[in-house]
């Protein structure tokens, strides 16, 4: 079982809301970790969005827009982004990252389409 | 703002060594670390290692009996040599900053491919 799973592709209008998972294995507890966003367009290196921990413990990159939040779900034991007032331009791929026994995992990745 | 070039050979054939080195401008080159990532054509991220100013390493255990990064302080570049490679070595090979554990300044990117 992978260490992050993420859906490999999500749809939503512009203007609406899209909450990305990033679901951890079972025997890792979402708690514990901090959990880092990045957006990578096609053909660009991925960009760093923000790292997620608790809501007095996150990070927002430099020059991240406020409409990119992360939280977590304990009950899934899951790190999610949450971007809202979607615009075209959010159209990419969304890799979310933990720092597991001192090596960056990485999940995945989501399609985030915009239509 | 700080910028990160990458540089290094294109091609390779299968059981080559695969070499890149990655120069910093415009900002401090102590007291990060210094990253390799890498993602095959079409699909997602793998993260090699990293290597701090004063050269302690940080390897990931999948690659890691293959895998050197080393430093260069004064020059303020740091490198990836990855030994025997394969196909499956294919991928483009980013170089990156880690601050406090987030990656947050990316090369550009080079397509190292692995064919006979």
């Known amino acids: 079982q992978a260490v992050l799973t993420q859906p490999s592709s999500l749809s939503a209008s512009p203007g609406a809301s899209a909450s990305l998972t990033c679901t951890l294995r079972?025997?890792?507890?979402?708690?514990?970790?901090?959990i880092y966003w990045y957006r990578q367009k096609p053909g660009s290196p991925p960009q760093y969005l923000l790292r997620?921990?608790?809501?007095?413990?996150?990070?927002?990159g430099s020059g991240v827009p406020s409409r990119f939040s992360g939280s977590k779900d304990a009950s899934a034991n899951a790190g999610i982004l949450v971007i809202s007032g979607l615009q075209s331009e959010d159209e990419a791929d969304y890799y979310c990252?933990?720092?597991?026994?001192?090596?960056?995992?990485f999940g995945g990745g989501t399609q985030l389409t915009v239509l | 703002q700080v910028q990160l070039q990458q540089w290094g050979a294109g091609l390779l054939k299968p059981s080559e060594t695969l070499s890149l080195t990655c120069a910093v401008y415009?900002?401090?080159?102590?007291?990060?670390?210094w990253s390799w990532i890498r993602q095959p054509p079409g699909k997602g991220l793998e993260w090699i290692g990293e290597?701090?100013?004063?050269?302690?390493?940080n390897y990931n255990p999948s690659l890691k009996s293959r895998v050197t990064i080393s430093i260069d302080t004064s020059g303020n570049q740091f490198s990836l040599r990855l030994s025997s490679v394969t196909a499956a070595d294919t991928a483009v090979y980013y170089c990156?900053?880690?601050?406090?554990?987030?990656?947050?300044?990316w090369g550009q990117g080079t397509l190292v491919t692995v064919s006979s």
């Open positions: 290597i701090k100013h004063n050269a302690i390493t």
């Open positions: 415009g900002g401090s080159f102590s007291g990060y670390y």
């Open positions: 990156a900053r880690d601050i406090d554990g987030s990656i947050d300044s």
């Open positions: 990252m933990i720092w597991h026994t001192s090596v960056a995992v």
């Open positions: 079972s025997d890792i507890t979402v708690g514990t970790y901090s």
């Open positions: 997620y921990k608790s809501d007095s413990d996150k990070q927002q």
